[in-house]
C-alpha cells in the first residue's frame, strides 16, 4: 500500500534552474496539496488541488506552477530556483471530507537545495 | 502575530515523566483542531483530533480552551518512542489546515 509518493526524494539545483517534483497518491483522493517545511516556520501551504483539472493558491505560491491533469498526480513546478526554495516539500492529500477529519496523508518529503 | 503558535522547545523529560505543550490560535473563528507528530526527517502524521469536551487516546490527552484561543496535549508516563515534534494545526473558516511551527520533545532513558 503505497499511498503517497514524492520523486525526487533528494535534489541539488543551482540557481535558475528549473525542476518538477511529482506527487503520486493511490488513495482515490480528490484533494491533494503541496507544503514546505523550513525551520522555525512550520509547514506552509504553496498550492493545492480539489480535483482533477483545478488548482489554487495557498499561503506561499510565489515562484511555484502546479498541474493537476491526472486525479492521481500533482506536480509542483520551479521555472527558476532561487536559494530561498530551499526547503524540504512534502506533498499530500486527503479525502473531501478533510476539512472535518483534518486527516492528512503525507508523501515522504523531498529536500530540495538550490545553491 | 502568526497564526498558530507554539512553544519551540525543546522539552527534555525523563522516561515515565508527564508533559504538557500548549498551542495558541489567533483566529476566533477556527472551528477544528489537531495534534500531528513528527518524527526526525520523516512526514507529519496525525496523531489525535481536539474535542471541546476534551479527549482522551492512552497516554494522551488533548483539550481545547476556546476563550482563551489555545489547545493542549498531555503526554503521561512518557516512552522514548514519544521524542519528536508535535504540530498543532488549526482549521479556520476558510477550512484550510494551517500548521504551527513544532515543539520538539525528547525523553531521555
Known amino acids: 500500500n503505497a499511498g503517497v509518493t514524492q520523486t525526487p526524494k533528494f535534489r541539488v539545483l543551482k540557481t535558475g534552474q528549473s525542476m518538477t517534483l511529482l506527487c503520486a497518491q493511490d488513495?482515490?483522493?480528490?484533494?491533494m496539496y503541496w507544503y514546505r517545511q523550513d525551520p522555525g516556520m512550520g509547514l506552509r501551504l504553496i498550492h493545492y488541488?480539489?480535483?482533477?483539472?483545478?488548482?489554487a493558491k495557498g499561503e506561499v505560491p510565489d515562484g511555484y506552477n502546479v498541474s493537476r491533469l491526472k486525479k492521481q498526480n500533482f506536480l509542483l513546478g520551479l521555472e527558476s530556483a532561487a536559494p530561498s526554495q530551499t526547503s524540504v516539500y512534502f506533498c499530500?492529500?486527503?479525502?473531501?471530507?478533510?476539512?472535518?477529519?483534518?486527516?492528512?496523508?503525507f508523501g515522504e518529503g523531498s529536500r530540495l537545495t538550490v545553491l | 502575530r502568526k497564526e498558530v503558535e507554539q512553544d519551540p522547545g525543546p522539552f527534555n523529560v525523563p522516561e515515565g515523566a508527564t508533559v504538557a505543550f500548549n498551542c495558541t490560535y489567533s483566529?476566533?473563528?477556527?472551528?477544528?483542531f489537531f495534534w500531528y507528530r513528527q518524527d526526525c526527517r520523516k512526514e507529519p502524521k496525525l496523531l489525535m483530533s481536539?474535542?471541546?469536551s476534551g479527549n482522551e487516546d492512552g497516554r494522551f490527552t488533548a483539550q481545547l480552551n476556546r476563550a482563551s484561543q489555545y489547545i493542549s496535549l498531555l503526554i503521561r508516563d512518557s516512552k522514548l518512542s514519544d521524542s519528536a515534534t508535535y504540530l498543532c494545526?488549526?482549521?479556520?473558516?476558510?477550512?484550510?489546515?494551517?500548521f504551527g511551527s513544532g515543539t520538539q520533545l525528547t525523553v531521555l532513558p
Open positions: 499530500a492529500s486527503s479525502s473531501q471530507g478533510s476539512s472535518n477529519t483534518g486527516e492528512l496523508f
Open positions: 488513495m482515490n483522493h480528490e484533494y
Open positions: 488541488s480539489v480535483g482533477e483539472g483545478t488548482t
Open positions: 483566529n476566533s473563528a477556527s472551528q477544528s
Open positions: 481536539v474535542y471541546s
Open positions: 494545526v488549526v482549521i479556520g473558516s476558510a477550512r484550510q489546515l494551517t
